[in-house]
C-alpha cells in the first residue's frame, strides 16, 4: 500500500489506475515539462545546481548528502566520457520506496535523470536496479523505450543539441552494492566490492571516469524541483531538510506500506496515518532509517519530528526512510540476532574488521538467545564494535556494529535477562 | 613536495606519495600484510590504520595520499589500539599450527603477533576451516591460513598478466581459489610463495624438509636464462633446499621466474655423477681423477699428433661459467685446437661487429616508448624481461611482436605479425617496407624490397615503432636459431635503423655474452663433417644441439669423446671418459648477462662427492700437458684477467657486413623447433617438479593449427607419427595461432631427440 499524502515523487499518481506510471498519464500530470522548461528557455548547467541547492534536497539514499553540493562536484569541464548512475540497488532491510518509484512513477526518475546529465554534462547514464526485484526491472526498461520513443532520451532530445543515453542494469541481489562504489565494480562486471576512497567516484567512479551516483528517490524529486522552483520544495518540508520524503513504514502498525509525507512530520503523526499500532499493543522501538539505524525506544521516538536533524539528535539516523515499528511482544535478543545475520550474510569479506568481526557479533548475540551468554559478553559486543566501528574501507562495517550499540543502549537489561535467566523477558519468546 | 611530519619526524615527500611511502623513507616501521610495494594498494588488511592528525578516524598508511602539512602518528594510542584490534581479528580464524607451518619463523603474522596480539584469545566460536587448493606441482596450499589479503590475486593480475586466482565467496566464506579445475600455470607462480605473508601458500617440492631457522643463506646467479636473476640460496648439510630471488631492482626487481626457483632439484637429484669414469673395453669404470685427467691429457696429444689440430673439436654450453669457458679455451689452444663452439642451437651463426646484447639496460628496456620483438617465445624464454615489458605497456609503451606464433604475451600488442618460421625474414621484411614507406625513407642498399607485401598487420606494427622517443627492436631465440638467421637479423637491423631503433639481443643462456666476449664459437656445426675427439662441456649433444641426432651420430663415430658434465647422460652411449664437474651452485665463477654486466658468485653447497668445479679441472689438464700460464689459484684470479680490458667497448650489434636480403616464398609442411621451457638445460630437464607443470607438457606435443591439422588426417588429442630424418611420437594439439602448415614440434626434448633436419611428414600413429 502506497499513501501518497503531500507528494513530490508521486504527485497525481493514481495507485489505483494500472495505466498510470505511462508516458501518456506521466506528461497528463505535468511530466517532462521541467525538461521541456530547460531545452526551451535554454536553462543553464549553473542555474539547474543553483536551483537544485535551493531545494536543500537531501540524498535519499540513507547519508543524507545535499545533492545541489555532490552535482556541483562533478567536474563538467572533464574532455572525456562521464557518467550519471541511479541506485536503485534497495537492499536495506525494511526499505521498499524505490521499487514503489520504478512500478508507479518510472518516468519521474527517468526525468530526473535526463536532466541530472544535461546539467552535469553527462551523456551516458545507468540505472542499477536490484538484482532480487523483477517486474520493476522490467516496468523502467518498458518506460525507457516510451522516452527514447517520445524524444526525451537519445540522441537530439526535443531537437536540442543534447543526448543522453540511459540503460538499466540488473545486479544479482548483493547488498553491497547499494555501497556506490561496490555498486560501481558490479557495474563494470566485477565482483561487487567497495572501492578505497579516495578517491572519490566524481574524480574516478564508472570505468575510472567521473561519475555522480544518486538515489532513485533523489532523482524523481528533481522534475518538481525545477518546474516549481527549489524554493516550493523547500517550503514542503523544513530549512535544511526540504521536500518530501517516502517512508516505508512496516512492522506492527495498522497499515504499513511507504508513506511520502513532508520532512519534519512529527513521528506521532506518520504513526497514526499507518492506522496506528496493531492490536492496539503499545509501542516499544522503533528503527528508524533501516536496519543500520540504531534502534530508539518508543518515549524518545514520539518526541521526535521525522527529518534528517531531528532523528540525528536522537542518536539515530533517518538513513533511506525504513520505519520498522516494533510492538511490546518484540524481544530485542532476538530482533539484534536477526539483524547481525544480515550483516554477517552480507559483509563481502574484502577487508578484515567486518569480514571477521561480523561473524564474530553474530555468534555472540545468537549464543545469548539461545541461552548460552556469559556476563562478559556485553562488554565483548561493545569492544569488538568499536573495533569494526570507522576501521572499514566502506560503511557496512559501522552499519553492522549500530543496532548493536543502539540495542545495547536502550535495551541492556533484556540482553543481561536472558545471560542471566537463559531466557526471554518477553512473554511468548 | 610536500611536507609531512611523521612520529615527530619532519620530512618532504614527492606529491602522489602515500603515508606508508613516506614512513618507509624515513625508516619508520608501519605494520601491513596486503601493502606491497610492486602491486596495486588493496587497503583491505586494515593492518596498517594510524592516526592522522584531523582525521577522525585512523587511516590506512597505504591509500591514504599525503597532504601539505600532515601530521601522523603511528604509534599513538588510537593507532596502536586500531592496528591491535585488527590483530585481534586476523587471529581469531587463523589455525594455531605455527609449529607444523612452513611459514614458521618467516611468517609475517606470527612476527607482526608478537607487537600486536594477545596472549590469549577472546574469540571462544568455533574456528573457520578451508578447504585446500590444487594449485599445480609448485605452489602447496594451506588455505585456512589464509589472511585475505589478495597479494596473490593481485600478482597472478598485475604482474603475470592473468587472473589465475580471484576472491571467491564473500564474508566470512571469502576464499582464494584457481578457475574451477585449473591450476596456476604462470611461469613466474612461485613468487606467490614469497608474497603470501602467511603459510597459505608455501613451496611444495620445499614443504616440510627444513625449518628456516635451520637454513643458511647464501647469494648466488641463477643459471638458465640470459637475465641474471640475483639468487639467495638456501642451504642445509650442504644440500640446496630452497631458492628464493635476492632483490636487486636493476635485474629481477623482487622476482624470479619458476625456472630459476625451482630448478634447483635437479642439483640433488639421483642422476648426478660422482667420480670420474673411464671406458675400457667397453665397459665403464670408476677411475680417480688423476688416472681420468692423464687419460684426457694423453688422449687430446696422441689425436691431435695423429690427425692434426682440426680433428678435435671443444662444445661448451653458455650457461658455463666465464672461467670456465676461458680456460677451457685457453687449454685447447695450448694444445693448438681451435675450434670451439657454443652456439650450439645456431644453425645460421649472426657475424656482428662486436658482441651481441641487448643493446640497453634491463632496466631501461621498459622505459623504452614502444618495443619490437622478433622470433621469440617470450614468456617462457625470458620470464621476467615479458613481466617488465607487460609493467611497461601499462605505463603505455607500445609492444609489437613479428613470431612465428601467437603465443599470447598476457598484454596488449600494438601489433603483431605472425609468419612461417621461414618465413619470419618477410614479416620483417613487410614491417621494414611499411616503415619506409611511412617515414618516406629509403632501405639500406642490401634490403631488396621490391615484390614485399605490406599487410596491415604489417604497417600496424611499423606505425607503433615511428614518432616515438625511444624505441628498441629485439630479437629472440626463434630469431638468432632461424635458419635463415643472418638474413632475419640484416632485415631487422634495418628495420632498427629505418625507425631509429636501439638494436638488442635476447640471450639465450646465462653467459651468452660472456662466452662471445671470450671468442668461444666461429667453429660452427662441429658435428656437420665428425671429428676424431670431442671434448663437451655441460653439453648433452642430444639436446643442447640443433639437431641431436646428427651430433650423437657423429659422437659415436669418434675416437675420443671427452664429457665434462655434473649429470649421468646418454654420453655413457658414446663417451670415452666422463668428468663430474660442478654446476653453478658448487663452484665459484661469473655470468655476464644479456645487459653486459659480470655477475660473480660462490659455490653455495661444496662438490658432491668426488665432483670438482670445471675450472679446475682445465687448470690440472693445463698442468699435466705442460701449458704455461695455468697457475691461477682462484677463479677471481682467471676473472680479473678476462675482465681486465673491460666489457663496454666489446658490445655491438652492428652487423659485420652487409647481407644481402630478398624476400623469398615458402610452402609445404615447415617444422617450428623450440626448446620448451623447461628444457633449456641440463639441470632444468631433470628439475622434476617443473616437470610436472602444464608448460613442461609441450614437450611431448605436436601443436598445429586446426587446418592444418585437418590436412594431415590429425585431430586434437591423436598421438602422431613425426618423421623427420628420425621418427618421434607425440600427441597433436591445436594451436590457434599458427600459420597454416607449421609444425611446432619442440626442440631438446626427449620425445624428439631423434629428428633430425629436412623434409618432416606427419601420420596418425
Not at chain 1, 13 to 22: A, G, Q
Not at chain 1, 225 to 251: D, H, W, Y
Not at chain 1, 380 to 399: E, F, H, W
Not at chain 2, 550 to 577: I, R, T
Request: glycine share 10%; charged share 20%.
Amino acid at each position: 500500500m502506497t499513501v501518497y499524502v503531500k507528494g513530490v515523487v508521486f504527485e497525481g499518481v493514481d495507485f489505483d489506475d494500472p495505466n498510470s506510471w505511462k508516458l501518456d498519464a506521466y506528461v497528463k500530470r505535468g511530466g517532462y515539462a521541467a525538461l521541456k522548461k530547460i531545452i526551451e528557455n535554454k536553462i543553464t548547467q549553473d542555474e539547474i545546481i543553483a536551483e537544485m541547492k535551493a531545494s536543500s534536497l537531501r540524498g535519499r539514499g540513507g547519508a543524507g548528502f545535499p545533492t545541489g553540493l555532490k552535482w556541483s562536484f562533478m567536474p563538467r569541464s572533464f574532455p572525456g566520457q562521464k557518467y550519471l548512475v541511479c541506485n536503485t540497488d534497495e537492499g536495506e532491510p525494511g526499505t521498499f520506496k524505490d521499487l514503489d518509484i520504478m512500478v508507479n512513477n518510472p518516468h519521474a526518475l527517468i526525468e530526473g535523470m535526463i536532466i541530472g546529465g544535461y546539467a552535469m554534462g553527462i551523456t551516458v547514464g545507468y540505472n542499477y536496479i536490484h538484482g532480487e526485484v523483477f517486474e520493476a526491472y522490467e516496468r523502467f526498461e518498458e518506460a525507457l523505450e516510451e522516452a527514447r520513443a517520445a524524444g526525451f532520451l537519445g540522441d537530439k532530445i526535443l531537437g536540442s543539441d543534447f543526448c543522453f543515453q540511459l540503460h538499466g542494469h540488473h545486479g544479482y541481489g548483493a547488498y553491497i552494492c547499494g555501497e556506490e562504489t561496490a555498486l560501481l565494480e558490479s557495474l563494470e562486471g566485477k565482483k561487487g566490492q567497495p572501492r578505497f576512497k579516495p578517491p572519490f567516484p566524481a574524480s574516478y567512479g564508472l570505468y575510472g571516469k567521473p561519475t555522480t551516483i544518486n538515489n532513485t528517490e533523489t532523482f524523481a524529486s528533481v522534475p518538481y524541483i525545477i518546474r516549481e522552483g527549489g524554493q516550493k520544495f523547500l517550503e514542503l518540508g523544513k530549512p535544511n531538510n526540504g521536500g518530501t520524503k517516502l517512508f516505508s513504514v512496516s512492522g506492527h502498525v495498522n497499515r504499513p506500506g511507504n508513506y511520502e509525507v513532508p520532512l519534519g512530520l512529527p513521528f506521532s503523526e506518520l504513526l497514526e496515518m499507518c492506522g496506528g499500532m496493531r492490536d492496539g499493543k503499545k509501542l516499544k522501538a522503533v528503527i528508524p532509517g533501516g536496519s543500520s539505524a540504531p534502534v530508539l525506544p518508543a518515549d524518545i521516538m514520539m518526541q521526535c519530528t521525522m527529518d534528517y536533524d531531528s532523528i540525528a539528535k536522537a542518536g539515530s539516523m533517518l538513513g533511506s526512510g525504513a520505519v520498522i515499528v516494533m510492538d511490546e511482544s518484540v524481544c530485542m535478543v532476538k530482533a539484534l540476532e536477526r539483524l547481525s545475520y544480515f550483516y554477517h550474510e552480507e559483509s563481502c569479506g574484502q577487508c578484515t574488521p567486518c569480514r571477521e568481526g561480523t561473524g564474530w557479533l553474530y555468534r555472540v548475540v545468537h549464543r545469548i538467545e539461545h541461552g548460552l551468554g556469559r556476563p562478559e559478553d556485553l562488554d565483548l559486543l561493545l569492544s569488538v564494535g568499536g573495533n569494526i566501528a570507522g576501521r572499514t574501507i566502506c560503511a557496512l562495517g559501522d552499519a553492522a556494529v549500530m543496532p548493536v550499540q543502539g540495542m545495547l543502549k536502550h535495551f541492556r537489561a533484556e540482553f543481561e535477562h536472558h545471560i542471566q535467566h537463559k531466557s526471554c523477558l518477553v512473554p511468548g519468546f | 613536495m610536500l611536507e609531512i611530519e611523521i612520529d615527530g619526524k619532519t620530512l618532504t615527500v614527492p606529491g602522489g606519495s602515500t603515508v606508508m611511502d613516506a614512513a618507509n623513507s624515513v625508516g619508520v616501521h608501519i605494520p601491513h600484510f596486503c601493502y606491497h610495494k610492486k602491486l596495486s594498494i588493496a587497503a583491505n588488511c586494515r593492518m596498517c590504520l594510524v592516526q592522522v592528525e584531523k582525521a577522525p578516524k585512523p587511516l590506512p598508511a597505504c591509500a591514504t595520499p599525503v597532504t601539505d602539512g600532515m601530521k601522523v602518528y603511528t604509534h599513538s594510542d588510537m593507532a596502536v589500539k586500531a592496528q591491535k584490534g585488527v590483530m585481534e581479528f586476523l587471529l581469531i580464524n587463523h589455525p594455531l599450527d605455527c609449529p607444523i607451518c612452513d611459514q614458521g619463523g618467516e611468517c609475517n603474522l606470527q612476527d607482526l603477533a608478537v607487537g600486536y596480539g594477545q596472549s590469549g584469545s577472546r574469540y571462544q566460536e568455533e574456528k573457520r576451516v578451508v578447504v585446500n587448493k590444487d594449485l599445480g606441482p609448485l605452489v602447496s596450499t594451506d588455505m585456512t591460513r589464509c589472511i585475505h589479503c589478495s597479494r596473490c590475486v593481485r600478482f597472478t593480475e598485475e604482474i603475470a598478466g592473468f587472473q589465475e586466482l580471484g576472491m571467491g565467496g564473500r564474508g566470512e566464506f571469502t576464499e582464494v581459489l584457481p578457475f574451477i579445475g585449473k591450476t596456476v600455470n604462470s611461469e613466474i607462480s612461485g613468487n606467490i610463495i614469497d608474497l603470501c605473508p602467511v603459510g597459505a601458500l608455501t613451496s611444495k617440492p620445499f614443504r616440510y624438509s627444513a625449518r628456516t631457522w635451520e637454513l643458511s643463506r647464501r647469494k648466488s646467479v641463477a643459471a638458465h636464462d640470459g637475465l641474471g636473476s640475483n639468487l639467495v640460496v638456501q642451504v642445509k648439510d650442504h644440500k640446496i633446499k630452497r631458492v628464493l630471488p635476492l632483490e636487486n631492482e636493476a635485474i629481477n626487481e623482487c622476482w624470479l621466474s619458476d625456472r630459476d626457483r625451482f630448478s634447483y632439484e635437479a642439483l640433488n637429484s639421483d642422476e648426478r655423477l660422482t667420480k670420474p669414469l673411464i671406458k675400457q673395453g667397453g665397459v665403464w669404470q670408476e677411475a680417480d681423477w688423476q688416472t681420468a685427467l692423464e687419460y684426457v691429457a694423453n688422449g687430446l696429444k696422441s689425436v691431435v699428433a695423429d690427425h692434426g689440430a682440426d680433428s678435435v673439436a671443444g662444445v661448451a654450453n653458455q650457461a658455463a661459467t666465464l672461467e670456465e669457458l676461458f680456460l677451457f679455451k685457453k687449454l685447447l689452444a695450448g694444445v693448438g685446437v681451435h675450434n670451439v663452439e657454443s652456439r650450439l642451437r645456431v644453425t645460421d651463426p649472426v657475424a656482428t661487429k662486436g658482441v651481441q646484447w641487448l643493446g640497453q639496460s634491463i632496466a631501461d628496456l621498459a622505459q623504452n616508448n614502444a618495443v619490437l620483438v622478433v622470433g621469440s617465445t617470450l614468456r617462457k624464454d625470458q620470464p621476467l624481461i615479458a613481466q617488465r615489458l607487460r609493467q611497461g605497456v601499462k605505463r603505455g609503451l607500445a609492444l609489437s611482436i613479428v613470431n612465428s606464433h601467437g603465443d599470447d604475451l598476457l598484454t596488449k600488442l600494438a601489433g603483431e605479425v605472425v609468419t612461417r618460421p621461414d618465413q619470419l625474414v618477410e614479416g620483417v621484411l613487410a614491417v621494414l617496407k611499411a616503415a619506409v614507406e611511412l617515414k618516406g625513407a629509403t632501405a639500406p642498399a642490401n634490403i631488396d624490397l621490391v615484390g614485399v607485401e605490406v599487410t596491415a598487420a604489417a604497417k600496424q606494427v611499423a606505425e607503433s615503432l615511428i614518432g616515438k622517443e625511444s624505441t628498441s627492436v629485439l630479437l629472440g631465440n626463434l630469431a638468432m636459431q632461424n635458419a635463415r638467421a643472418s638474413e632475419l637479423y640484416a632485415a631487422t637491423a634495418a628495420l632498427a635503423e629505418v625507425v631509429g631503433a636501439k638494436l638488442g639481443v635476447l640471450s639465450d643462456a646465462a653467459n651468452s655474452v660472456g662466452a662471445q666476449l671470450l671468442g668461444f664459437q666461429g667453429a660452427g656445426n662441429v658435428f656437420a663433417q665428425p671429428k676424431k675427439a670431442y671434448v663437451l662441456l655441460n653439453a648433452e649433444a642430444d639436446f643442447d644441439t640443433a639437431n641431436g641426432a646428427e651430433a650423437v651420430a657423429a659422437l659415436e663415430k669418434a675416437e675420443m669423446v671427452v664429457v665434462m658434465s655434473p649429470f649421468q647422460s646418454c654420453a655413457f652411449d658414446y663417451a670415452d671418459v666422463i668428468l663430474p664437474v660442478s654446476p653453478f651452485s658448487e663452484t665459484s665463477g661469473t655470468f655476464v648477462n644479456m645487459e653486459g654486466l659480470p655477475q660473480s658468485f660462490n659455490g653455495v653447497v661444496r662438490p658432491l662427492g668426488e665432483t670438482r668445479p670445471a675450472w679446475k679441472v682445465f687448470r690440472v689438464l693445463g698442468n699435466l700437458l705442460g701449458l704455461e700460464n695455468f697457475h691461477y689459484n682462484s677463479s677471481e684470479e682467471i676473472r680479473d684477467e678476462i675482465l681486465a680490458a673491460g666489457i663496454d667497448g666489446k658490445l655491438d650489434n652492428a652487423p659485420a657486413a652487409a647481407v644481402t636480403v630478398k624476400a623469398q616464398a615458402a610452402s609445404g609442411l615447415v617444422r617450428l623447433a623450440e626448446v620448451p621451457a623447461y628444457q633449456v638445460d641440463a639441470i632444468t630437464r631433470r628439475a622434476t617438479s617443473l616437470q610436472a607443470t602444464a608448460d613442461a607438457q609441450v614437450a611431448g606435443q605436436l601443436r598445429a593449427n586446426a587446418a592444418t591439422l585437418a590436412s594431415l588426417g590429425v585431430a586434437a588429442g591423436d598421438q602422431v607419427r613425426v618423421s623427420q630424418g628420425g621418427e618421434a611420437l607425440l600427441v597433436a594439439v591445436e594451436d590457434k595461432k599458427l600459420a597454416d602448415q607449421v609444425l611446432r614440434v619442440p626442440l631438446a626434448s626427449p620425445a624428439t631427440r631423434n629428428l633430425g633436419a629436412g623434409v618432416i611428414t606427419v601420420t596418425k600413429a
